[in-house]
């Protein structure tokens, strides 16, 4: 039983793909003290592990389903490993990504490729087989993850921030395909958790452009996530919601 006092999501069979750490880890956590079951879908088993852990200690129920969202078969058996143990899925935040950190000229092609595999097929194929599996329950909720990378240019990684871009039209296309059952909503992050901005932060230097005067967490991404999930907003669709401490402003 989970330990929240709302409960929001009491009932909701969750899966949050990379959430055997930082933003991921977080959502899942949160949620299930929501009093979701939530599915801990990481390729790192440890990881996976380490979040299904921290949920059980709470009070919460969750299991690990080890997977490489890459891989169609092997987001099939991911769907079909959830609903075996608790049924059709109602939630979805897909999570998972990885980024280049080459400049153009030193971008090979096998890690563009990797990086679109990741962060734009893995969130077509677990939206899609999910998707069916909330058709059977009668329907439900999608976060895609996207970032602020989405909407700037960077020089240091353009294939990561060209991936985001592509996740923000794809959430948009899947909230009109599959409305009126399912509602679909992008999340997008400035960075978050990162040994980098932890380390300005604790030294008294934040970068200028967010407002609020200090790094992201990824608290502030799960609890964004709950605020799209919870069947209180169901009026809210096709909409991206930046989390970013206004450093879009």
Request: glycine share 10%.
């Amino acid at each position: 039983m989970a330990t929240g006092d709302s409960e929001k999501l009491k009932g909701d069979i969750a899966v949050i793909t990379g959430a055997g750490r930082n933003i991921g880890r977080k959502t899942a956590e949160l949620f299930a003290r929501e009093g979701a079951k939530v599915a801990v879908v990481d390729v790192d088993e440890e990881r996976a592990s380490g979040t299904v852990e921290l949920i059980k200690k709470a009070g919460g129920e969750a299991i690990s389903v080890i997977t490489d969202v890459t891989d169609e078969n092997q987001v099939k058996q991911m769907v079909e490993s959830v609903e075996n143990e608790w049924g059709p899925i109602s939630v979805l935040v897909n999570n998972v990504a990885i980024s280049d950190h080459d400049g153009l000229f030193d971008l090979s092609v096998e890690t563009f490729d990797r990086v679109f595999a990741v962060n734009v097929r893995g969130a077509f194929l677990c939206t899609r087989e999910v998707a069916r599996s909330m058709k059977r329950g009668g329907g439900g909720r999608i976060v895609n993850v996207s970032s602020t990378s989405a909407h700037r240019s960077r020089t240091d990684a353009p294939a990561y921030a060209a991936s985001k871009a592509a996740i923000v039209n794809f959430s948009r296309s899947m909230a009109r395909i599959l409305a009126p059952e399912i509602r679909v909503n992008t999340l997008s992050p400035t960075r978050t958790g990162s040994p980098v901005g932890e380390e300005e932060e604790r030294s008294g230097k934040v970068v200028d452009a967010i407002l609020v005067g200090r790094w992201g967490r990824p608290e502030d991404q799960a609890n964004a996530a709950l605020f799209l999930v919870d069947p209180e907003n169901g009026f809210i669709t096709g909409s991206e919601l930046a989390v970013d401490g206004g450093s879009l402003v």
